[in-house]
């Protein structure tokens, strides 16, 4: 069983930066696609972006694009989350997932059987 462990959370106000970290255990992490998901205070767990196994994909929600680039070391068995810009409405608990496809619809999180803790992403104005 795979375990996922995501670092890099923290305070920071608007308009800064944050990179997450999502390292993950096990010698098949390359065949698979990883996405972060996030989940903010009375609301639902939302996609953020994915990246498939090999690296030279990815997909980002409307919300995000232009400011999240998700990107992967398969031979450090890590994924990261540069985020750019932030605004107040980003704070949230950030999770990474593990999915074997990288078919669409990337959004419905029974197509992801691993998941990390999470880390706490606050923005302040």
């Known amino acids: 069983q795979v375990q996922l462990a995501e670092s890099g959370g923290g305070l920071v106000q608007a308009g800064g930066s944050l990179r997450l970290s999502c390292a993950a255990s096990?010698?098949?992490?390359?065949?698979?696609?990883m996405s972060w998901f996030r989940q903010a205070p009375g609301k639902e767990r939302e996609f953020v972006a994915l990246?498939?196994?090999?690296?030279?994909?990815?997909y980002y929600a409307d919300s995000v694009k232009g400011r999240f680039t998700i990107s992967r070391g398969n031979a450090k068995n890590t994924v990261f989350l540069q985020m750019n810009s932030l605004k107040p409405e980003d704070t949230a608990t950030y999770y990474c997932?593990?999915?074997?496809?990288?078919?669409?619809?990337?959004?419905?999180?029974?197509?992801?059987?691993?998941w990390g803790q999470g880390t706490q992403v606050t923005v302040s104005t």
């Open positions: 997932a593990r999915r074997a496809s990288f078919l669409r619809p990337y959004d419905h999180l029974s197509s992801y059987d691993s």
């Open positions: 096990g010698r098949t992490f390359s065949n698979y696609a």
């Open positions: 990246i498939n196994s090999n690296g030279d994909n990815s």
